[in-house]
């Protein structure tokens, strides 16, 4: 379908929240990462608005969703960001689909808010406390904030930027840049609280939310990509390989979609004792 979605503004918690639908069917929530804005998503709500009702939303602090003073961030209040959207469209629960940072909100919004969630999906969700190398994960992040903080954003989004593999391969389209400020924001704001913190898997596992993970193909071995094997073996849950970078979904949409779907009927079937 062609991308014409209706547009919303919700306001919770002191902040507008600017976001926008298309489609009929079960919800498909959309949630950003660290670059906040959710324009991503719009080549893969076009595609799957024949199907479901698609949803996605600036995250606060970030592009149209301003707040008077920004503030450092709580993943426990983008979980309640989360649940206005939702609510605002009139719906009791939803499919959850997270990328990077905005993985690790919809696993905090599953264990927050376990009875919303329909199906989850999380791609690439950087818990680095996850890891087997985590000292040393740690650490570089611990370094990349000391360069933010002593020579500036450009070095540190530089030096960062090393690990997005797959970014520049060949053939693939650039990704939807964030405004300017939103990168300043996740630095300031967002990158310092996201390097320690991880969701309670064992509690989502314990309360039976349908959950599935995904690692894209041209991430390779970054940090982001490996997590997913580690949330994997503590939830028990789906592993997929998908196509793309951290952002394919975007870029490489058709490809993608099949296996969006494909991870739907996986954790359907599951939750239906088929597999």
Not at 229 to 247: N, T
Request: glycine fraction near 8%; hydrophobic fraction near 40%; aromatic fraction near 10%.
């Amino acid at each position: 379908m062609a991308f014409n979605p209706t547009r919303a503004i919700v306001q919770n918690e002191g902040c507008d929240l600017h976001y926008w639908y298309q489609g009929n069917g079960p919800l498909v929530t959309f949630i950003p990462g660290g670059n906040g804005h959710g324009r991503q998503f719009n080549p893969i709500i076009a595609a799957l608005s024949d199907r479901f009702t698609c949803v996605t939303f600036d995250r606060r602090q970030m592009s149209a969703s301003k707040v008077e003073v920004n503030k450092k961030l709580s993943p426990p209040q983008q979980a309640r960001d989360v649940r206005a959207v939702i609510q605002a469209l009139g719906f009791g629960k939803s499919i959850i689909f997270g990328s990077s940072s905005g993985g690790i909100f919809a696993l905090q919004f599953a264990h927050d808010f376990p009875n919303m969630v329909d199906h989850l999906i999380s791609h690439e969700a950087p818990t680095a406390t996850l890891l087997p190398d985590a000292s040393e994960v740690f650490e570089w992040m611990l370094h990349l904030m000391e360069v933010y903080e002593t020579q500036g954003l450009d070095q540190a989004a530089r030096e960062f930027r090393a690990e997005l593999i797959g970014y520049d391969d060949e053939g693939v389209p650039k990704t939807a840049p964030p405004e300017p400020e939103n990168p300043r924001n996740f630095w300031d704001n967002e990158f310092p609280i996201l390097i320690g913190f991880t969701p309670n898997l064992w509690r989502l596992k314990e309360n039976r939310v349908s959950i599935g993970v995904m690692r894209a193909v041209r991430c390779k071995e970054a940090f982001f990509a490996r997590t997913t094997v580690e949330q994997a073996k503590i939830l028990d849950c789906p592993h997929a390989v998908v196509p793309g970078h951290h952002q394919g979904f975007e870029v490489e949409t058709e490809a993608f979609v099949p296996y969006l779907l494909d991870m739907l009927d996986t954790l359907e079937k599951k939750r239906s004792g088929g597999v």
